[in-house]
């Protein structure tokens, strides 16, 4: 009996010890998993910091056209705010509408190359001109001003985070103060928990009968905030807890108060979610901490509870309420005084509206990621806190998705068998729009709607572009001649009949619109009138692989075909493709590489990567113009006249684009200083049964509309000489670099060359 | 201390001399190509504008193999041994003409081809006149920055200003001149090449403007080790500006590197 007793007592005392000794051995694993953890965040990387993509910087120049309503939306979009009287502190600005003139005090911002610091200007118009800017500090007259470039969106992972990290010493200390008044008064007396704190909330969560405190100091908030999530349960409250007291144990009261100054969520802005007093302050106040009044600083103190609920920005009088609670903590506390008291409750709350990032070019941001995916891994994208610089013009993006949206709704109102089949199957189209001189794509919509489809029909999708071909047939010709010893010239007689043309033993036959022939036409009117068989006997008689050759030359890069049909458009191409070919034409016989991404900065504003412009002449000069000059007879009198019957009125060349199955409707046109290329079809096999003039004409012609409204009128200027070494093509003495051997250009092309030039 | 006007005689005299020379010597070989020149502002500059600016990066080795000289220069030297040269018209020569004008095979001669030294024509913001336009003047004020800022030696602000020049005036050859410079200064002297082309196609009547535009030609190809062409391109800046120094000073230096025995 007494032997089984023992046995059942040593069995026990050992299952007890091996039980404690699990325990503690258990225990003390876990505590050193919770060291490790605090330890490896204080020291290691504790914030990510998403990528930031920003639009092209604004130049205003004196005579620039430019309206006052433009350039507060602008100013607005930037973050100004207007203030009553004259600016006194960065990011506010005054529009005098009595005397034409806005007085803005700039934001400091860094470039890649250079560090603008902010200063006060004033921009005087007349009428809708900049007549004379001036720098206000100074008095100096100042010719031209740069704006700062739009933040256009963030690149991150789950959630953005908007964060500007501070030392505590650059903290005001009446931030400090005013945050430790209401949230851990007993900070620098306890040990990372405060048994008081937690007696007080348990004691009004019992009287409450339900969670309404949680007594957590400063520094389980920060642990919380750090490694764990926000549900109120003791299985989260635990490890909370045993953090706290190792952080505090391992690091000083004032890196545990710098780390939760940076690290606490303060409200939310759009997708950006702001982190930290400093952003805090950007965002409520516009202004640094060290600007704070005491109002100001009692109300950033008091959204640590709720940022949100709060937020003067949805609830002006809880955020009074509240800011006013803290005041009179800090009045109790002796923190302020009863004048700063009384002097912070007749403050007034921000009263700026809330300018959201919204992301307003999600296609051409879809493009640059892709660009930067070549030299950026995702994790340095969405981590890192680079400073992406794009060519990207937010105005210009703006017209140029409502051109697309309405352009596209409008066809379907007037076509009905364009509407909607089933889910998938909607009618869609893309613009891109190019500054032809430096190549910068300046706008980008690749569909309809980026919610429903990220398909970017910019450059995904390849469609055959129909006759927005034919301008690289009559390049051709102008440049090459004939195989026959024909010279081109404008005036040149072609035939518009029917006719075959036989290749490899196959015979293809193309056909014009409606089977209507012209006869004799001159070379000018088969091109203003996009005629098919005109066209193709000039192809057959300059030789399809010297067209091939030509729109390669401009930028087209998928691969052509040398068959008859290429010369009506069959290869398939993408917008862009096409967009830089005809830029290509527009800048002089000058093609100007794509450019999305223009500089890359790191955190430390360090210039990663610098995409210059680059220019390199493919034709000539003389006869870039000269095609220019015909192109612009397709909008004067050709098929693209309806763009001037739409109001469309300065310069401009173009051509429109209809594949023969009516799958495919583009239109390409520009001035001398914008090109856009629009194209309207459906994803599937499915026919819009339009002309490029008739379905893709119209919105090119209201973007451009809105997009050249401010821009002054250009026409395109006649090349004063011909470079030295100015390409003419294969034959000649102009050659470039890496092409075949030259051939002797026919003599037609050497005299119109000779003429042209000297 | 010699009058500018003295000074400008000698210097055209100087260079009908090197053309004159250029023309009648024999086709020399070249071993390697020679360091960029010190200078390539245009001669009689504004005090500002002849701040010391840093060397460019040295031109690399002439390497066939990993860099073919472009086509042109290949086809022009074609056409010189097919064509039977025909002189120019006296005083006039052609662009033709003077294009082919290979070492050794210059058909000019100075009396027919060197015009005198012109006036300096450099200063952009001189050409900010009433009838300019505001984007042609912006353009110009944002230009003459950019050079301001290629003379300082920061070459890539510079070059971020230049850019903006040539998107708001598209039609404005200075910028796209000193963006040549620009890329000249940061290495990138097939860009150069490029941006000298759009310029030279943009300049009307400006023979001052077209001789700087020859010179830095002339200096991208000696840095991408092509002298012959080099040498061509500093005739064709002299022949329409005996005063550009640029030209000049880097044939003088392209002769004495042929004369030394070292070589």
Redesign the interface.
Same mark, same amino acid.
């Given at each position: 009996m007494l032997k089984s007793k023992l046995r059942i007592f040593s069995i026990s005392l050992v299952t007890l010890l091996v039980i404690t000794s699990s325990g503690l051995v258990f225990g003390a694993w876990y505590l050193k998993q919770l060291e490790d953890t605090v330890t490896k965040r204080f020291e290691g990387t504790k914030w990510i910091f998403p990528s930031k993509i920003y639009s092209d910087s604004y130049l205003l120049y004196v005579g620039i056209s430019l309206r006052l309503d433009d350039l507060a939306e602008k100013l607005r979009r930037l973050g100004y705010f207007e203030s009553q009287g004259a600016p006194k502190a960065r990011g506010e600005y005054r529009i005098s509408r009595s005397d034409g003139s806005v007085e803005i005090y700039l934001h400091d911002f860094e470039y890649p190359t250079e560090q603008l610091k902010g200063m006060p200007v004033r921009i005087v118009l007349q009428g809708t001109t900049v007549a004379r800017i001036e720098n206000l500090a100074t008095g100096q007259e100042m010719f031209h001003l740069e704006l700062e470039p739009e933040l256009v969106t963030g690149l991150y992972e789950r959630i953005w985070q908007e964060r500007t990290v501070v030392k505590l010493a650059d903290v005001p200390p009446l931030v400090t103060k005013a945050i430790l008044a209401v949230e851990d008064e007993r900070f620098f007396s306890h040990h990372g928990i405060d048994p008081i704190g937690i007696m007080r909330a348990m004691w009004v969560n019992l009287r409450n009968m339900s969670f309404q405190q949680g007594g957590s100091t400063l520094t389980q908030q920060l642990m919380k905030n750090f490694f764990l999530t926000d549900e109120r349960t003791m299985s989260r409250k635990i490890p909370e807890a045993l953090m706290a007291l190792i952080a505090e144990r391992k690091y000083s009261k004032e890196t545990i108060l710098e780390n939760y100054l940076n690290e606490i969520y303060l409200g939310q802005k759009g997708s950006q979610g702001i982190f930290g007093v400093w952003e805090a302050a950007q965002f409520y106040f516009a202004k640094p901490l060290s600007d704070l009044t005491v109002g100001e600083t009692a109300l950033l103190a008091g959204l640590v509870r709720a940022p949100n609920r709060l937020s003067p920005y949805r609830s002006a009088e809880l955020a009074t309420k509240r800011r006013n609670v803290v005041l009179a903590k800090l009045l109790d506390d002796r923190i302020i005084t009863r004048k700063q008291y009384d002097a912070a409750l007749r403050e007034k709350l921000p009263q700026r509206a809330l300018v959201k990032v919204t992301n307003d070019a999600p296609f051409y941001v879809d493009y640059l990621r892709r660009e930067l995916d070549e030299n950026y891994s995702s994790a340095v994208l969405n981590k890192e806190g680079l400073r992406i610089f794009s060519g990207l013009d937010l105005q210009l993006q703006r017209i140029a998705e409502r051109a697309l949206v309405e352009g596209l709704k409008k066809l379907e109102a007037a076509h009905p068998s364009l509407r909607r089949h089933s889910t998938d199957d909607g009618l869609e189209g893309a613009i891109v729009v190019l500054r032809p001189q430096t190549g910068e794509i300046k706008a980008m919509v690749g569909g309809r709607n980026y919610q429903k489809s990220q398909f970017n029909r910019v450059f995904q999708a390849k469609r055959q572009p129909g006759s927005v071909f034919k301008p690289f047939v009559y390049l051709a010709a102008l440049m090459y001649g004939g195989q026959s010893g024909a010279q081109y010239t404008p005036d040149s007689v072609l035939n518009d009949s029917p006719f075959t043309w036989s290749y490899d033993g196959q015979n293809w036959q193309p056909t014009n619109y409606n089977n209507e022939y012209f006869g004799a036409v001159t070379f000018r009117r088969a091109l203003e009138n996009s005629l098919n068989s005109a066209t193709s006997r000039l192809a057959q008689d300059v030789g399809i692989r010297r067209v091939r050759d030509i729109a390669q030359r401009l930028g087209i890069q998928s691969s052509l075909p040398a068959v008859p049909s290429l010369a009506l458009g069959s290869a398939e191409v993408t917008p862009l493709e096409v967009a830089v070919a005809f830029s290509t034409l527009a800048n002089g016989g000058v093609r100007a590489r794509p450019l999305a991404v223009r500089n890359v900065m790191d955190q430390n504003t360090r210039l990663l990567e610098k995409r210059d412009v680059r220019n390199e002449p493919v034709i000539n000069p003389q006869l870039a113009y000269r095609m220019n000059e015909l192109l612009k007879g397709v909008l004067d009198r050709g098929t693209g006249a309806a763009a001037r019957r739409f109001g469309f009125t300065r310069p401009a060349a173009g051509k429109t684009g209809t594949t023969n199955d009516y799958k495919d409707a583009w239109f390409v046109g520009y001035t001398p200083d914008l090109l856009a290329v629009v194209w309207v079809g459906f994803d599937g096999p499915r026919k819009i049964g339009l002309s490029g003039a008739e379905a893709a004409l119209p919105i090119w012609t209201d973007f451009m509309k809105s997009a050249t409204a401010s821009m002054p009128v250009t026409d395109f200027i006649a090349p004063a000489v011909e470079p030295e070494s100015a390409p003419a093509g294969k034959c000649g003495p102009f050659s470039r670099e890496g092409e075949p051997p030259a051939e002797p250009c026919p003599p037609a092309v050497q005299s119109t060359r000779s003429a042209e030039s000297l | 201390m010699l009058s500018l006007r003295t000074k400008n005689s000698l210097l055209g005299a100087t260079a009908g001399w090197l053309v004159f020379l250029y023309g009648c010597a024999p086709q020399r070989p070249y071993h390697a190509p020679l360091p960029p020149s010190s200078s390539t502002t245009p001669a009689l500059r504004t005090p500002q504008s002849t701040a010391p600016i840093p060397a460019p990066p040295p031109p690399e080795a002439p390497d066939t193999s990993r860099r %073919? /000289? %472009?086509?042109?220069g290949k086809?022009?030297e074609?056409?010189i041994r097919t064509k039977s040269p025909t002189p120019p018209p006296a005083g006039k020569e052609?662009?033709?003409s003077s +294009?082919q004008a290979g070492i050794g095979e210059s058909h000019a001669t100075p009396e027919a081809t060197v015009s005198p030294a012109l006036p300096d024509d450099s200063s952009l913001l001189a050409k900010i006149t009433p009838g300019v $336009? %505001? #984007?042609r @003047? @912006?353009s110009l +004020? &944002?230009t003459d920055e950019g050079r301001k800022l290629l003379d300082a030696g920061d070459a890539?602000?510079a070059?971020?200003r230049l *850019? +903006?020049t040539? @998107?708001?005036d598209? $039609?404005n050859p200075y910028g796209?001149f000193y963006?040549a410079k620009a #890329?000249n200064r940061l290495g990138?002297y097939k *860009?150069s &090449?490029?941006?000298?082309? /759009?310029a030279?196609?943009? &300049?009307?009547?400006e023979p001052f403007w &077209?001789a700087e535009v020859?010179a830095l +030609?002339g200096d991208n190809y000696r840095a991408l080790g092509q002298p012959q062409r080099a040498e061509t391109?500093y005739m #064709?800046s002299l022949r329409l500006n005996s005063g550009n120094r640029t030209a000049a000073d880097a044939l003088l230096r392209l002769h004495a590197d042929a004369q030394s025995p070292t070589k």
């Amino acid at each position: 009996m007494l032997k089984s007793k023992l046995r059942i007592f040593s069995i026990s005392l050992v299952t007890l010890l091996v039980i404690t000794s699990s325990g503690l051995v258990f225990g003390a694993w876990y505590l050193k998993q919770l060291e490790d953890t605090v330890t490896k965040r204080f020291e290691g990387t504790k914030w990510i910091f998403p990528s930031k993509i920003y639009s092209d910087s604004y130049l205003l120049y004196v005579g620039i056209s430019l309206r006052l309503d433009d350039l507060a939306e602008k100013l607005r979009r930037l973050g100004y705010f207007e203030s009553q009287g004259a600016p006194k502190a960065r990011g506010e600005y005054r529009i005098s509408r009595s005397d034409g003139s806005v007085e803005i005090y700039l934001h400091d911002f860094e470039y890649p190359t250079e560090q603008l610091k902010g200063m006060p200007v004033r921009i005087v118009l007349q009428g809708t001109t900049v007549a004379r800017i001036e720098n206000l500090a100074t008095g100096q007259e100042m010719f031209h001003l740069e704006l700062e470039p739009e933040l256009v969106t963030g690149l991150y992972e789950r959630i953005w985070q908007e964060r500007t990290v501070v030392k505590l010493a650059d903290v005001p200390p009446l931030v400090t103060k005013a945050i430790l008044a209401v949230e851990d008064e007993r900070f620098f007396s306890h040990h990372g928990i405060d048994p008081i704190g937690i007696m007080r909330a348990m004691w009004v969560n019992l009287r409450n009968m339900s969670f309404q405190q949680g007594g957590s100091t400063l520094t389980q908030q920060l642990m919380k905030n750090f490694f764990l999530t926000d549900e109120r349960t003791m299985s989260r409250k635990i490890p909370e807890a045993l953090m706290a007291l190792i952080a505090e144990r391992k690091y000083s009261k004032e890196t545990i108060l710098e780390n939760y100054l940076n690290e606490i969520y303060l409200g939310q802005k759009g997708s950006q979610g702001i982190f930290g007093v400093w952003e805090a302050a950007q965002f409520y106040f516009a202004k640094p901490l060290s600007d704070l009044t005491v109002g100001e600083t009692a109300l950033l103190a008091g959204l640590v509870r709720a940022p949100n609920r709060l937020s003067p920005y949805r609830s002006a009088e809880l955020a009074t309420k509240r800011r006013n609670v803290v005041l009179a903590k800090l009045l109790d506390d002796r923190i302020i005084t009863r004048k700063q008291y009384d002097a912070a409750l007749r403050e007034k709350l921000p009263q700026r509206a809330l300018v959201k990032v919204t992301n307003d070019a999600p296609f051409y941001v879809d493009y640059l990621r892709r660009e930067l995916d070549e030299n950026y891994s995702s994790a340095v994208l969405n981590k890192e806190g680079l400073r992406i610089f794009s060519g990207l013009d937010l105005q210009l993006q703006r017209i140029a998705e409502r051109a697309l949206v309405e352009g596209l709704k409008k066809l379907e109102a007037a076509h009905p068998s364009l509407r909607r089949h089933s889910t998938d199957d909607g009618l869609e189209g893309a613009i891109v729009v190019l500054r032809p001189q430096t190549g910068e794509i300046k706008a980008m919509v690749g569909g309809r709607n980026y919610q429903k489809s990220q398909f970017n029909r910019v450059f995904q999708a390849k469609r055959q572009p129909g006759s927005v071909f034919k301008p690289f047939v009559y390049l051709a010709a102008l440049m090459y001649g004939g195989q026959s010893g024909a010279q081109y010239t404008p005036d040149s007689v072609l035939n518009d009949s029917p006719f075959t043309w036989s290749y490899d033993g196959q015979n293809w036959q193309p056909t014009n619109y409606n089977n209507e022939y012209f006869g004799a036409v001159t070379f000018r009117r088969a091109l203003e009138n996009s005629l098919n068989s005109a066209t193709s006997r000039l192809a057959q008689d300059v030789g399809i692989r010297r067209v091939r050759d030509i729109a390669q030359r401009l930028g087209i890069q998928s691969s052509l075909p040398a068959v008859p049909s290429l010369a009506l458009g069959s290869a398939e191409v993408t917008p862009l493709e096409v967009a830089v070919a005809f830029s290509t034409l527009a800048n002089g016989g000058v093609r100007a590489r794509p450019l999305a991404v223009r500089n890359v900065m790191d955190q430390n504003t360090r210039l990663l990567e610098k995409r210059d412009v680059r220019n390199e002449p493919v034709i000539n000069p003389q006869l870039a113009y000269r095609m220019n000059e015909l192109l612009k007879g397709v909008l004067d009198r050709g098929t693209g006249a309806a763009a001037r019957r739409f109001g469309f009125t300065r310069p401009a060349a173009g051509k429109t684009g209809t594949t023969n199955d009516y799958k495919d409707a583009w239109f390409v046109g520009y001035t001398p200083d914008l090109l856009a290329v629009v194209w309207v079809g459906f994803d599937g096999p499915r026919k819009i049964g339009l002309s490029g003039a008739e379905a893709a004409l119209p919105i090119w012609t209201d973007f451009m509309k809105s997009a050249t409204a401010s821009m002054p009128v250009t026409d395109f200027i006649a090349p004063a000489v011909e470079p030295e070494s100015a390409p003419a093509g294969k034959c000649g003495p102009f050659s470039r670099e890496g092409e075949p051997p030259a051939e002797p250009c026919p003599p037609a092309v050497q005299s119109t060359r000779s003429a042209e030039s000297l | 201390m010699l009058s500018l006007r003295t000074k400008n005689s000698l210097l055209g005299a100087t260079a009908g001399w090197l053309v004159f020379l250029y023309g009648c010597a024999p086709q020399r070989p070249y071993h390697a190509p020679l360091p960029p020149s010190s200078s390539t502002t245009p001669a009689l500059r504004t005090p500002q504008s002849t701040a010391p600016i840093p060397a460019p990066p040295p031109p690399e080795a002439p390497d066939t193999s990993r860099r %073919p /000289v %472009p086509q042109e220069g290949k086809i022009r030297e074609q056409d010189i041994r097919t064509k039977s040269p025909t002189p120019p018209p006296a005083g006039k020569e052609t662009k033709e003409s003077s +294009r082919q004008a290979g070492i050794g095979e210059s058909h000019a001669t100075p009396e027919a081809t060197v015009s005198p030294a012109l006036p300096d024509d450099s200063s952009l913001l001189a050409k900010i006149t009433p009838g300019v $336009t %505001p #984007q042609r @003047a @912006a353009s110009l +004020r &944002l230009t003459d920055e950019g050079r301001k800022l290629l003379d300082a030696g920061d070459a890539a602000k510079a070059l971020t200003r230049l *850019e +903006r020049t040539i @998107a708001i005036d598209s $039609t404005n050859p200075y910028g796209y001149f000193y963006l040549a410079k620009a #890329q000249n200064r940061l290495g990138g002297y097939k *860009e150069s &090449l490029n941006f000298l082309d /759009v310029a030279e196609s943009r &300049l009307s009547g400006e023979p001052f403007w &077209l001789a700087e535009v020859h010179a830095l +030609r002339g200096d991208n190809y000696r840095a991408l080790g092509q002298p012959q062409r080099a040498e061509t391109s500093y005739m #064709q800046s002299l022949r329409l500006n005996s005063g550009n120094r640029t030209a000049a000073d880097a044939l003088l230096r392209l002769h004495a590197d042929a004369q030394s025995p070292t070589k």
